[in-house]
C-alpha cells in the first residue's frame, strides 16, 4: 500500500507540474503589432511592472453596429526594452510579442509580454491630411 501512495503522489506532483509549467510558462503564441503607443507606465504593489496600451488602426467591435478601438495590452519584462518604449511614447510602433496562458505577477498584469521594439516611426503629419492606404 506504501508503494501505491508513492506512486500516486509522484504522478500527481508530476501532473500538477506539467499544468503549472503550461499555464504559466508555455508560449502559446508569438508575433508583431503595429500601432501607436498610447500609455506606458511602471506600477504594482508588490512586483513592479511595465505595463503599456497601445491602439492600433481600424476598430473592432464585440457586438454588430458598434464601434471601439482596438487596443493593446501588455507587459515588458526586459528594462532594455521598457526603456525604449519610453522614449517613443506617441510614435508608431511595431512590437514583438509572446503570449501565455496564463500571468504571473512578476511577468505583469497582461498574458502579452513584449519581447522586442521592431521599428518606432513619428506619427506627425505635415499636410494635415488624413491617412490613407498607399
Do not use: C
Not at 500609455?39 to 496600451?53: A, D, L
Not at 497601445?54 to 482596438?70: I, K, R
Not at 526594452?81 to 510602433?93: F, T
Amino acid at each position: 500500500m506504501k508503494k501505491f501512495a508513492w506512486i500516486t503522489g509522484l504522478i500527481l506532483i508530476a501532473v500538477l507540474g506539467i499544468f503549472f509549467w503550461w499555464k504559466f510558462y508555455f508560449v502559446f503564441g508569438e508575433g508583431v503589432k503595429a500601432g501607436s503607443l498610447n500609455y506606458f507606465v511602471k506600477k504594482g504593489v508588490i512586483f513592479k511592472t511595465w505595463e503599456g496600451r497601445m491602439v492600433q488602426e481600424g476598430f473592432q467591435s464585440p457586438t454588430s453596429g458598434a464601434l471601439q478601438s482596438n487596443e493593446f495590452r501588455f507587459s515588458v519584462t526586459d528594462p532594455e526594452v521598457a526603456a525604449i518604449l519610453e522614449r517613443n511614447s506617441g510614435k508608431h510602433l511595431e512590437l514583438r510579442y509572446q503570449e501565455y496562458n496564463g500571468m504571473l505577477p512578476w511577468r505583469g498584469t497582461s498574458v502579452f509580454v513584449v519581447t522586442e521594439v521592431i521599428n518606432a516611426t513619428s506619427t506627425s503629419q505635415t499636410d494635415g491630411s488624413l491617412p490613407y492606404d498607399r
